[in-house]
Every structure is written in structure tokens, then in C-alpha cells.
């Protein structure tokens, strides 16, 4: 069946650092590719998605490119700041199950 | 644009006792997901409605969890009779038509139940 695979976390960076949190897929066809964030205290919330293969998603400074023949959709941002720190969820949409499966989420720390 | 909205927000409960969370998705939109979240872990899917119909209950565990969408709109998730292992925050995500590839799912905050 189909999967997600994060990188676990913490992961721990200073304000200004270079972000990347890794995320793999399995998948029986093309899945669509989300990333979605939650802050402390709140609901998921969808970041960004990609629908086909060499699409970019992006949304407040954060990227994913969908990466087929690695099946990969790794997140980055160049500059974090301390309001990023919440959980990343990765996720994909798999037509023939009509739902989302989620990766395990990975804590992002951002320290001033 | 209202939110999807749940309630309570936080249930304590012992087990073998019964629970009922309750689901209002945005405003038109057809398709009601309930989604189960354990500590630690992604969302796991429950069961998904279009309008009052169920879509997938394959991952529902029936001998205890019960959903229903009469009119199409709001939404019931019950636990009769719950265990230790169903502390958990159960999410309720709407969205606009019957879940195409490129749809989004919009999340409410949550119901976080803990089972002693």
C-alpha cells in the first residue's frame, strides 16, 4: 500500500538557518504531494502541494519539488525564523484511495 | 469563511465508558473526513463521507467506532466502549467536492481524548 517517510525530528536550527526536511513516498500511480504544518495549539494546516512530476510548491519562503524517479518531495527554506517552528506533516493524495496518507511529522525548533 | 469546527476540544474519560465528538465542516463542502492521530504519529483515516454517504470505513474499527452524516452536513465519530489505545486527538478535515487529486482538505483543531 501506499506510504510516507519523514526524517525524524527534532530538528533543531538558529533563526536564519537553511531548512531541509526529508520526505519519501510508495505509491501504486501518481500521487499528489502535500506538505501540511502545524503550530503548537492549532489544526493542520496545507503548506504547500505539488500534483505531477518537476512541480514546485511553494508558500511563505518554503519549497518542495516532486521528484518521481526519486519518489521524494523534500521540503526546504533558506532563511527560517522562530514562527516556524511547528510540526511538518508530508502527505499524499492517492486518487484510487481518495484520502490522505501522512508521514509521522518531524518537529522544527527554531531558536533565536 | 468559517473553519471546521469541533467539539469538545478535550474529553477525559475511563475506559469501557462511551464518547461522542462532533464534526461541522465548512459550508458547501460535500466530503467529511475523520481522521484518528496518535502521539507521536501521522493522521490515520477513519472513514470519509460524500455528502451522507460513506465513501471508505476500511480502517474503522466497527466493533467500537460508529460515524455518521445524516443530512450530508455535521458530522458524528462515536466510541462505545472505549480502550486505553484510543487516547488519541481525532481530526475532522472537509473539502470542496469528492476528493480529486488536486483538493484541499481543511482541518479542524481537533478533539484530544485521553482513555484511563
Known amino acids: 500500500g501506499d506510504s510516507v517517510t519523514q526524517m525524524e525530528g527534532p530538528v533543531t536550527l538558529s533563526e536564519e538557518a537553511f531548512l531541509t526536511i526529508n520526505c519519501t513516498y510508495t505509491a501504486t500511480g501518481y500521487p499528489s504531494l502535500f506538505w501540511y504544518v502545524q503550530y503548537p495549539g492549532e489544526g493542520l494546516q496545507l503548506l504547500l502541494k505539488a500534483t505531477k512530476a518537476d512541480d514546485k510548491g511553494s508558500n511563505k519562503g518554503f519549497e518542495a519539488t516532486y521528484r518521481k524517479e526519486t519518489t521524494s518531495f523534500h521540503l526546504e527554506k533558506g532563511s527560517v525564523q522562530v514562527s516556524d517552528s511547528a510540526v511538518y506533516f508530508c502527505a499524499l493524495f492517492y486518487t484510487g484511495r481518495r484520502a490522505l496518507t501522512f508521514g509521522s511529522g518531524t518537529r522544527l525548533q527554531v531558536q533565536p | 469563511e468559517a473553519g471546521v469546527a469541533q467539539s469538545p476540544r478535550y474529553k477525559i474519560i475511563e475506559k469501557r465508558q462511551s464518547v461522542a465528538f462532533w464534526c461541522n465542516p465548512i459550508s458547501g463542502h460535500a466530503t467529511l473526513y475523520w481522521y484518528q492521530q496518535i502521539l507521536g504519529q501521522g493522521p490515520k483515516l477513519l472513514i470519509q463521507?460524500?455528502?451522507?454517504?460513506?465513501?471508505?470505513d476500511s480502517q474503522l474499527p466497527k466493533d467500537r467506532f460508529s460515524a455518521e452524516r445524516l443530512k450530508g452536513v455535521d458530522s458524528t465519530l462515536k466510541i462505545q466502549p472505549a480502550k486505553l489505545e484510543d487516547s488519541a486527538v481525532y481530526l475532522c478535515?472537509?473539502?470542496?467536492?469528492?476528493?480529486?487529486?488536486?483538493?484541499?482538505?481543511?482541518f479542524g483543531p481537533g478533539t484530544r481524548l485521553l482513555v484511563l
Open positions: 463521507f460524500q455528502n451522507n454517504g460513506v465513501v471508505d
Open positions: 478535515a472537509s473539502s470542496w467536492t469528492s476528493g480529486g487529486p488536486v483538493e484541499t482538505q481543511y
